[in-house]
């Protein structure tokens, strides 16, 4: 048997005989005590400001799941000068100092909510205080500026913007969202309207949030009168917010405990980047990343920072490979950032050609040499003067491989990334010859297209052309990007590239011989 100090380990206490009366007592109350701390919540016991302590005292009966959920999070728990003196890369507060005036007291509600009235559409008197619904990444910015900052060279912080202000995307949205219904022997298409939007592509891409009238409420404090707001309830990660900021923080970190455990789980990811033309989640669950996350995940630590490889975790999330502090025993393999490409060499879903990333996070901006609002020509070649060059690729993938070389060797890594080129260069090739077919359907006039200025989005063989790229091109990338093989073979992958591409030929070969005819 086991011992510890010349005593035996793990001998009953009937085998010893009964403890003095004093210890008894202590181990009662020690056991008590450890008993009530695992009951616990983490809540913090940080000093609220009379602002947000007044908020409390109605929402903890009004709302009491935001005002749980808020005294789970570190804002509860610590104040902004306990935070600004955290040293070094443990440090989560990017600010120099705590905003003016809330130094000594946690974040709560006030600190978020009455920031900046003058700025928020949205505010209203409240109970004595100018409040405002939206938080915005502006009102973040007062303690984390340079995520924040980041944030808004981000492809994800335009995406609202990326995609309404596109004529060609929103013929794409057109023909997913809008209503069909049949006139005599035909098809008509009704534009989607703002509700069903709202509900689709904004969903992700984020609304813009516009302040309508006032309403008056009855509450159970009385008569109140509260904004109306259109394109809300929304966390999209490209919201128009009513101060003019773009973008949502909650987008990754939930209201109203904002968690980076939350934000560092793929999850999280996984509520926009999962269907079939965005499948990086589906891929990576069943990569062995994924196995390994999914067998093991339990027993990491999402919440250190900085994270180390190999202590804290044992193998990458979306997160880690795209966006986390990493460190191993040498120091710091990779800095933390709010910039998603900043390790993507390639742009590699949601276009029609894999291509290098936009020097811009504003895509609308871009025009081809055929004057579309597109990052390629439809035949393929790049707007090079829009794209990064050769030299930015090699720096943002040699951070990611940076990444993966804390677990892989060299010639592991190399093989990979060879791998993906390989799978990138095929996609677009087999994307190029649906291109081709298409454009024969037009020129045969059995299909419309931009000549004739109509939809390319709405005929049969269009729809088929944007199932290519659209979806299995993009699953055919992923596969390679994330090694989740059969993603990239026969679950919307190479199999239903080439079987896509013989219905098209097909299709285009009845039609013309009908039209012959």
Request: proline share 6%; with cysteine; glycine share 8%.
């Amino acid at each position: 048997m086991a011992s510890l100090g010349g005593e035996p380990v793990g001998i009953r206490a009937s085998e010893k005989g009964p403890l003095p009366r004093g210890r008894a007592l202590k181990v009662l109350l020690a056991s008590l005590l450890l008993s009530c701390l695992a009951l616990q919540p983490l809540y913090g016991a940080g000093k609220l400001s009379p602002a947000s302590e007044e908020c409390i005292d109605c929402h903890s009966t009004v709302t009491p799941g935001i005002v749980d959920d808020w005294q789970r999070s570190r804002h509860a728990r610590f104040s902004l000068q306990e935070a600004v003196k955290v040293p070094g890369l443990k440090r989560r507060f990017s600010a120099q100092r705590p905003p003016e005036g809330m130094e000594d007291h946690v974040v709560g509600c006030a600190e978020c909510h009455t920031l900046d009235p003058e700025l928020h559409k949205d505010t209203f008197d409240h109970n004595g205080y100018r409040v405002h619904i939206v938080v915005t990444p502006r009102d973040c910015a007062r303690c984390h500026p340079k995520e924040v900052a980041e944030y808004d060279q981000n492809l994800m912080s335009k995406a609202h913007g990326n995609l309404v202000a596109n004529p060609l995307y929103q013929m794409l949205v057109e023909a997913v969202d809008g209503l069909q219904i049949p006139v005599g022997e035909d098809l008509v298409l009704l534009g989607p309207d703002e509700l069903t939007r709202a509900d689709s592509c904004l969903f992700c891409h984020g609304t813009k949030v516009e302040v309508g009238s006032f309403e008056l409420r009855e509450t159970e404090f009385g008569e109140m009168a509260f904004p109306v707001l259109y394109g809300w309830p929304n966390q999209g990660t490209g919201r128009v917010n009513p101060d003019g900021s773009l973008g949502a923080c909650s987008s990754c970190h939930s209201r109203h405990r904002f968690s980076i455990a939350e934000a560092r789980k793929p999850y999280t990811c996984g509520g926009c980047h999962k269907g079939p033309d965005v499948p990086a989640y589906k891929v990576y669950m069943v990569s062995r990343h994924g196995t390994i996350f999914s067998s093991e995940g339990d027993e990491w630590d999402f919440e250190a920072v900085p994270w180390r490889v190999g202590r804290h975790f044992s193998t990458p999330t979306c997160a880690a490979c795209h966006m986390g502090l990493l460190v191993d025993e040498g120091g710091v393999m990779v800095q933390r950032t709010h910039r998603m490409n900043d390790r993507l060499a390639w742009r590699i879903f949601g276009l029609i050609y894999a291509h290098p990333h936009p020097k811009d996070p504003d895509t609308s901006i871009m025009r081809n040499r055929g004057g579309l609002p597109l990052p390629t020509e439809l035949t393929g070649e790049p707007a090079k003067p829009y794209l990064i060059d050769e030299q930015e690729q090699a720096r943002r993938q040699g951070t990611l491989e940076k990444v993966c070389s804390a677990c892989h060797s060299r010639n592991w890594v190399r093989g990979h990334f060879a791998r993906l080129q390989r799978a990138i260069e095929t996609t677009n090739e087999m994307t190029l010859t649906a291109t081709k077919l298409l454009l024969r359907a037009w020129q045969e006039g059995v299909a419309k297209g931009l000549e004739e200025k109509d939809s390319i989005f709405n005929e049969a063989i269009e729809r088929k052309w944007v199932r290519q790229w659209l979806f299995y091109a993009n699953s055919v990338r992923f596969a390679s990007a994330m090694a989740g093989a059969d993603y990239g073979v026969f679950a919307n992958g190479r199999w239903s590239m080439g079987e896509n591409i013989q219905e098209m030929a097909d299709w285009l070969q009845f039609k013309s011989s009908a039209k012959g005819r």
